[in-house]
């Protein structure tokens, strides 16, 4: 009897230890994401900074060849881009709470309020506020740009992916949200501070989506464990 209540006692504690939330490192993320944006939204003015139009003339103002590259590139912060992450997720993690919650989330907080946060904010697209823009192709060349919702997309599915994949990948996938982020200044779409403020917002979603679906330990990639993490049930 005493085995059968030990064999049970091992059990449950392998099942209650096969999710884990990282608060610190999460928190912290989140925290640090929460200060930049405020600083960024701060100096997001409406007419820009002229570092901020100068530093957008370098990179939009930069040859044309490789434009249709980093279209391409742009695609992985699209809307387009959650259902496919979140089935890449399924992929990685064999459990459905991963990728629905990125699912939700990405498509709530990491697209949808982001599009309404510009509406509230108002700061317009270059093409309103400066002369002479080299547009990409698709580029819309008015309405509100702050922050940018590709780069907060590109972000969050950044985050949430990278406990589940090799360090050299993990770096990798953080590189394409950085170029999708550099492309969406490149094409036109927004100067800089608009793509600083939607990375930001999008590392606070990403950690938010993985605070709320716990990492499966069982597929983590021991390097994206910590030893600060709380245990939670599956």
Same mark, same amino acid.
């Given at each position: 009897?005493?085995?059968? #209540?030990?064999? #049970?006692?091992?059990?449950?504690?392998?099942?209650?230890?096969?999710?884990?939330?990282r608060w610190r490192l999460e928190s912290l993320r989140i925290a640090l994401s929460l200060i930049a944006l405020v600083i960024t939204t701060v100096l997001a003015t409406d007419p820009p900074a002229a570092w901020e139009v100068s530093l957008f003339r370098t990179i939009n103002d930069l040859t044309s060849w490789w434009g249709w590259v980093l279209w391409l590139i742009a695609q992985a912060g699209s809307v387009l881009a959650i259902p496919v992450a979140a089935a890449i997720l399924y992929f990685l993690v064999r459990h459905w709470r991963p990728p629905v919650t990125l699912l939700a989330g990405g498509l709530a907080f990491g697209w949808l309020a982001t599009r309404i946060f510009r509406e509230t904010f108002g700061r317009a697209r270059p093409g309103? %506020? !400066?002369?002479?823009?080299?547009?990409?192709?698709?580029?819309?060349?008015?309405?509100?740009?702050?922050?940018?919702?590709?780069?907060?997309?590109?972000?969050?599915?950044?985050?949430? !992916?990278?406990?589940?994949?090799?360090? %050299? !990948?993990?770096l990798a996938l953080y590189a394409l949200a950085a170029l999708v982020a550099f492309s969406r200044v490149y094409m036109g779409a927004h100067i800089? !501070?608009?793509?600083?403020?939607?990375?930001?917002?999008? %590392?606070?979603v990403g950690s938010a989506v993985n605070l709320a679906s716990g990492i499966r330990m069982a597929r983590a990639r021991p390097g994206a464990l910590t030893k600060d993490h709380d245990a939670s049930k599956s």
């Open positions: 009897m005493g085995n059968v #209540a030990s064999d #049970a006692m091992t059990d449950r504690n392998e099942t209650d230890t096969g999710w884990v939330r309103e %506020l !400066l002369t002479n823009v080299n547009f990409g192709y698709g580029i819309p060349m008015s309405g509100p740009g702050y922050p940018s919702g590709h780069t907060a997309v590109a972000f969050v599915i950044a985050v949430v !992916l990278s406990p589940y994949v090799p360090r %050299l !990948l993990r800089p !501070l608009d793509v600083v403020g939607g990375a930001a917002y999008g %590392l606070i």
